[in-house]
């Protein structure tokens, strides 16, 4: 049972940043295929991005273009979601997917 901790989340006013993070409590190979998912209140879960950093690969919600990276250091087990010009519409929980595991979220709150 792979658990994934997230962390980073907290309030930001629109146009900041935020940092988050992803550890799997056990190790994952580069060739896996790590998710960001959200979920806005009262909405249903949307896929963010995703990365194989064995393969060199990122993909990119449309909404997040060019304002969100993902990244993964491999030494660290760990992925991150760098999200700058944050906005309001951002404002959501935030999970980290690898598989059929999911980490407990992290909130990013985003005020105008």
């Known amino acids: 049972q792979v658990q994934l901790v997230e962390s980073g989340g907290g309030l930001v006013q629109s146009g900041g940043s935020l940092r988050l993070s992803c550890a799997p409590s056990?190790?994952?190979?580069?060739?896996?295929?790590m998710n960001w998912v959200r979920q806005a209140p009262g909405k249903g879960l949307e896929w963010v991005s995703n990365?194989?950093?064995?393969?060199?690969?990122?993909n990119y919600a449309d909404s997040v273009k060019g304002r969100f990276t993902i990244s993964r250091d491999n030494a660290k087990n760990t992925m991150y979601l760098q999200m700058n010009s944050l906005k309001p519409e951002d404002t959501a929980i935030y999970y980290c997917?690898?598989?059929?595991?999911w980490g407990q979220g992290t909130q990013v709150t985003v005020s105008s």
């Open positions: 997917n690898l598989g059929r595991f």
């Open positions: 056990e190790f994952t190979f580069s060739s896996d295929w």
């Open positions: 990365i194989n950093s064995g393969e060199r690969r990122v």
